[in-house]
């Protein structure tokens, strides 16, 4: 087991951040969501495609799901509005870089979770799934249906079946949407209900990496905040109370880095205790992404409750991350019955 | 013998004392002569001023011709305290006294730092030492949470030689003869019921100036690499899932079912998570060490466990029910010892609350972190230039 970053993985990072800071700074991020604007296409482009992040799952590219990880870490970092998760991350664990390219894809699964609700008949799908991510900038929709096989929609065709409806989502940089078939033409992908089991853990385990830069990202511009910000005569970070509590969540933050490099590693590795790692990163990094940006707010005080100020955005995706894919509960009872610890 | 190899030495040393024939003392004697005791030490001090990293190859060789071994746990505070402050600091006629009988552990050896006044706080302490004409201390004063005390030879001091000056400045550093008539040492029970520590009384205790570590008024400083040493020793070896008291626990959940119930088993898996969650933190860490790119992580290491182990040893008393209103003995006695597997969960439960107080206070630990590893700024210090004897106590 692997815990530590490779120089690759870190001049990945650096090119992830680089396009980030100049393409998607925070008042860009809010000014897009308050105008209702969606995801940036132009960013989503540079970074799937001319930088390649979204064929990291390529296996002629030779990249792993270490670095997708790392690349979810900075998308956490800068609560970007790109398409990833479903993209370049569930459906193509679903489906297979081969099939899913550089078109934008994402698999069509309730966010919080659930069993499919989708049937099949006659090689059309008919059903209706809600709140899944990254549904609206899709072309290609990844769908699992009841009895476990999985099926590819593709929307271009101008009767294709599908009616995809937005939803007002509580996390404004990844909007959900309502997917409806009616009749409309697949492609059977498998019939193996594993794959779909497999994305999923892959999803999760990846989502803890997300959860991880959002994290990061709010103990840092706490800390920053902290170091300048003056009340009763002196830095309001010399105060013993909030440096206790800083140093709590530097702890968690710490714990949570070791978490959720140990599910990405073990992923990409195939471990024997995947699935052990994956419970455990997920239940406790969505709920360290959830304190922090909770703190973060908290302890900038007026301005931290403010819109203007960016923490509302980390504090909105690390409450849905904490739902997504599973909650922190739903991935201890999966633990309890991974490592014998029965009710 | 002038080869200075270690291996070759380690194979000449077998040759010459066989484990199975020699007795233990004179063994370990001509391991320390043989400068296989600290191979990165000096030659004629217990090493072969060779790197650090052989004494693993020394270590597993002896091991393997079934050598005996110089009993670290039981002389910790010796090796780990004691010796690489003596090295650093003591002169040649100090190391050659001190250091063998300190190895083998002939002599064991005690730390008398803390004191009533003086925890976390340890640069406040009162103890005073005044030097006669004639060239020897005088040392009066209480120390406390003395381990060893009662078996121990020698002690390592720090008193203050000058009340005049600000509280770090005037205290000197002293190797202490724990026979002289004026050490009294008193076992301290704990809520435990046990007695791991001692108080110790000091009055009219004398110390020759040739027992003095580093010069006069320098003693802040010379206790620093005491105290470095003793943090250094962070978990070395990797800990298998569920090893320590998560392990305990769990196979109490598992053979006991009658006892489950699912607000418990909401809360055993949580600290399931945590303790994963730190076992794997850890294991970064020594990656992190073995890529020579030491991180901040180490600071939080005690913090994050003593936190866990209270968490756990409470819920396991929880977890027991009637069994857990129960104590398995409550009988004075004197570990050398913490043995948290050997006991009973209530036990466990009223130990594992030192945790957060000795070696550092989960509060300083805190403020460590927050300052040195995060950079916030630090609380305004109102007795930095005070003299000691104006401060408040």
């Not at chain 1, 009340?231 to 949570?256: I, M, T, Y």
């Not at chain 1, 940006?293 to 955005?313: D, F, K, N, R, S």
């Not at chain 2, 569920?242 to 909401?266: D, F, K, N, S, Y």
Request: hydrophobic letters at 45%; aromatic letters at 6%.
């Amino acid at each position: 087991m692997n815990l530590l970053y490779s120089e690759i993985e870190e001049e990945l990072r650096a090119s992830v951040r680089d396009l980030l800071r100049d393409r998607s700074p925070q008042d860009v991020v809010l000014a897009r969501v308050s105008a209702g604007l969606g995801y940036d296409p132009a960013l989503w482009r540079a970074l799937a495609v001319d930088l390649g992040a979204a064929g990291l799952q390529d296996p002629a590219v030779g990249g792993t799901l270490r670095e997708v990880a790392v690349v979810m870490e900075e998308l956490g970092r800068s609560v970007a509005p790109t398409p990833f998760l479903g993209s370049a991350v569930l459906a193509t664990a679903a489906l297979g870089w081969e099939r899913v390219g550089e078109r934008t894809a994402t698999l069509v699964v309730p966010f919080s979770g659930g069993a499919p609700s989708v049937r099949a008949a006659g090689g059309r799908l008919s059903g209706r799934v809600t709140s899944v991510a990254d549904a609206l900038s899709a072309d290609l929709l990844v769908v699992p249906v009841v009895g476990g096989s999985l099926w590819v929609v593709e929307r271009a065709s101008v009767d294709s079946g599908v009616t995809v409806t937005p939803r007002t989502s509580l996390d404004l940089t990844r909007p959900l949407a309502d997917v409806e078939f009616e009749g409309a033409p697949g492609q059977l992908v498998t019939e193996d209900p594993a794959v779909l089991d497999r994305a999923l853990l892959t999803g999760a385990g990846l989502l803890a990496s997300e959860q991880l830069g959002i994290a990061e990202w709010c103990l840092a511009s706490t800390v920053e905040y902290l170091r300048e910000r003056r009340q009763f005569n002196r830095p309001v970070g010399s105060f013993q109370a909030l440096k206790h509590r800083l140093a709590d969540l530097w702890l968690e933050v710490v714990g949570a880095r070791a978490a959720a490099r140990a599910a990405a590693d073990a992923l990409a590795t195939g471990a024997a205790d995947t699935e052990i790692l994956v419970a455990v990163a997920a239940s406790h990094c969505g709920t360290v992404a959830v304190r922090a940006a909770e703190e973060c707010v908290q302890l900038h005080g007026g301005i931290g409750m403010t819109w203007e100020h960016p923490a509302h955005l980390y504090l909105k995706r690390a409450k849905a991350d904490q739902l997504a894919l599973g909650t922190p509960g739903r991935h201890r009872a999966r633990l309890a019955e991974l490592v014998d610890l029965p009710a | 013998m002038t080869d200075l190899d270690p291996t070759a030495r380690t194979r000449e040393l077998l040759a010459a004392f066989p484990p199975s024939e020699v007795d233990r003392l004179d063994f370990l004697r001509a391991r320390f002569d043989a400068g296989l005791a600290w191979v990165h030490f000096p030659v004629g001090l217990g090493g072969l001023g060779a790197p650090r990293a052989l004494q693993a190859v020394v270590t597993a060789e002896l091991a393997a011709a079934g050598a005996p071994d110089n009993d670290p746990r039981r002389i910790g505070i010796g090796l780990g305290m004691a010796a690489p402050t003596i090295l650093r600091y003591g002169t040649a006629e100090q190391q050659r006294r001190w250091l063998r009988p300190l190895w083998t552990g002939e002599e064991v050896w005690c730390q008398l730092f803390s004191e009533p006044g003086a925890g976390s706080d340890l640069a406040a302490l009162a103890t005073r030492a005044v030097l006669d004409a004639d060239g020897v201390w005088t040392v009066d004063g209480q120390k406390v949470w003395t381990s060893s005390a009662h078996t121990a030879r020698w002690a390592i001091l720090i008193a203050r030689t000058d009340p005049t000056v600000p509280k770090h400045q005037g205290i000197t550093y002293f190797v202490c003869d724990m026979t002289d008539p004026g050490v009294e040492v008193r076992p301290l029970r704990q809520i435990t019921g046990e007695a791991e520590f001692n108080e110790v009384f000091l009055t009219g205790v004398r110390i020759p100036d040739t027992d003095r570590l580093g010069a006069v008024g320098e003693g802040w400083r010379v206790a620093q690499t005491t105290l470095n040493n003793e943090r250094v020793a962070i978990g070395g070896q990797a800990v298998p899932r569920e090893g320590g008291l998560i392990g305990m626990v769990a196979e109490t959940w598992r053979t006991r079912p009658e006892l489950r119930t699912p607000e418990l088993h909401q809360r055993l898996l949580q600290h399931w998570v945590d303790a994963e969650v730190l076992r794997l933190t850890g294991e970064r860490l020594r990656q992190q060490l073995a890529a020579g790119q030491p991180g901040p992580e180490g600071a939080g290491g005690k913090l994050g466990f003593a936190r866990l182990a209270q968490q756990l040893t409470g819920f396991e008393v929880e977890l027991l029910g009637e069994e857990g209103l129960g104590y398995d003995d409550w009988t004075l006695r004197r570990p050398e010892l913490v043995d948290f597997n050997g006991r009973e969960a209530g036990y466990r439960y009223l130990r594992a609350k030192g945790n957060s107080i000795e070696g550092g206070t989960s509060e300083i630990l805190r403020n460590i972190i927050a300052e040195r590893v995060l950079g916030l700024p630090p609380e305004p210090r109102t007795d930095k230039d005070v003299p000691w004897k104006e401060l408040s106590r």
